[in-house]
């Protein structure tokens, strides 16, 4: 993992070309892309709800090289570390009478998932190598840059149609089918849109996009790595997708998008309390990132941080996905003034939280996390940084 003044792509690029050269028989990858992995300002788990999300893309990155070969074979390396072994896979590319499937190790189920749904084709064989910046499992989107930046390689080698919409979707339907992971739209499309100087607000029912500038020097987005992952997350996440689709359909609509706190209350005893405050978490998220957009939007990042602190309580009590190490790294961040505002940030259950602070405070914030926080953390202080594209050689 990188430090918290990590070198943008150079680190994982160089990684890549030397294992690349060292596996492949000292050649140079004619090819090299990358794609972001992301953090997300406010708007948590209302992207399958058809609501708002406010991420911005880092410069934490998942870089691929390689080349084409003749013989329709494809091997992959990764060089990311907690990747589960073998770290080098051989398969033939896909064909309509042999698609490819799922299997060990789990890693290359990404990649698998996105070669079988690539919209341009047939895709040729190649070498390729992988590796990473964006930790593993830690809230930040490795999964939707691996997806993403094996798109882009593809990209390179039959070149499709160029819909970055469609090369969103096409990653999270990898997701769906290879992994078998029922998320939303965000990760995968922060990563293909992510713009620098810029957060974005999508609303996830038109993947409608506003670009919000987050340059001011003043103000820093302190990401902090609690480095603990409870292994709930894969079960809890599609538990959470149900319960909000009977909420919405007990209220009659087709997502809680369409929703409103007035017809949530008006049905409360039609619905169990579970999915009552997963509805209201849903419904009431939704609103926050609208605010919190137009908060940003104004300079107020007073306003911003308030939203920010609400946003963790209702993921905490209402939609239950936080855990006690994050409600801990929120509650000590908070504790210092020039801290604007602070939550957990992804799926939740660990991983990341997300701070908004003055830049003169950040290094005292970090100090006083590492005094106080039971466990090991790990900080990034990070910009907004650009989507997927092409490295140049
Ligand atoms: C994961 C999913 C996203 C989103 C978040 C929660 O990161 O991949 O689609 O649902 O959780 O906001």
Known sequence: MYGEHWGAMSGPEEEARRVYAETFGGHEPQLAVFAPGRVNLIGEHTDYNGGFVLPMALPLVTVIVGSPRKDGKICIVTTAEGADEPHKVEFETPSVDRPLTTGAPKWANYVKGVIQHYRAGPVPGFNAVIATSVPLGGGLSSSASLEVASYTFLQQLCEDDGDLVQKALTCQKAEHTFPGVPCGIMDQFISVMGREGHALLIDCRSLEVKPLPLTDPKLSVLITNSNVRHELTGSEYSTRKKQCEEAAKALGKETLRDASMEELEAQKDHLNDVCYRRARHVITEIERTSKAAKALENGDYRLFGKLMVESHNSLRDDYEVSCPELDELVSIAMEIAG???????????????????????????????????????????????TGSGVLSQ
Request: proline share 4%; net charge positive; hydrophobic share 25%.
């Open 339 to 385: 801290v604007y505002g602070s939550r957990m940030t992804g799926g939740g259950f660990g991983g990341c939280t997300v701070t908004l602070l003055e830049t003169s405070v950040a290094e005292r914030t970090k100090e006083q996390i590492k005094d106080k926080f039971r466990g090991s953390p790990s900080f990034y202080i990070t910009k907004p940084s």
